[in-house]
């Protein structure tokens, strides 16, 4: 599994996850990929989509409920993963914890679909699908 983690998640946090998962995926934070965290998301959008088999974890949920960005990232084959507000507001150890506590579900998703946009909630076990 490719993973980006985006600007409203700490570098620290995609950094983190790609050590932990470095022999098995690769996880990178926007800004080390891309060398800049200010991209906008139409262009990082459209690279990844080139690229292919990428899937996000973002905090920015309008990529997935806002008509142009969620059009532009269905059409560029990309899969989401976007934590609730609720998760977001909790320390990042926090954060870290229920992502891990997720990856299971994660990697599976990223691994079935070809595109896709998912809510991390704040419990269960289980993505629900943002339609």
Not at 10 to 36: M, N, S, T, Y
Request: proline share 6%.
């Amino acid at each position: 599994m490719k993973l980006l983690v985006d600007n409203n998640l700490p570098p620290v946090l995609g950094r983190g996850l790609g050590a932990l998962f470095a022999e098995r995926h690769d996880v990178v934070h926007i800004k080390d990929k891309f060398g800049r965290g200010n991209l906008p998301d139409i262009e990082w959008i459209d690279v990844l989509g080139k690229e292919g088999g990428w899937s996000i974890l973002s905090g920015d949920r309008n990529i997935a409920k806002k008509k142009p960005s969620r059009e532009a990232f269905l059409n560029a084959g990309l899969i989401g993963f976007f934590p609730l507000p609720a998760l977001m507001k909790l320390p990042l150890h926090r954060q870290a914890a229920r992502i891990l506590t997720l990856w299971p579900a994660i990697e599976a998703t990223s691994g079935a679909i070809e595109r896709g946009c998912f809510e991390l909630g704040i419990t269960g076990s289980k993505l629900r699908q943002i339609s």
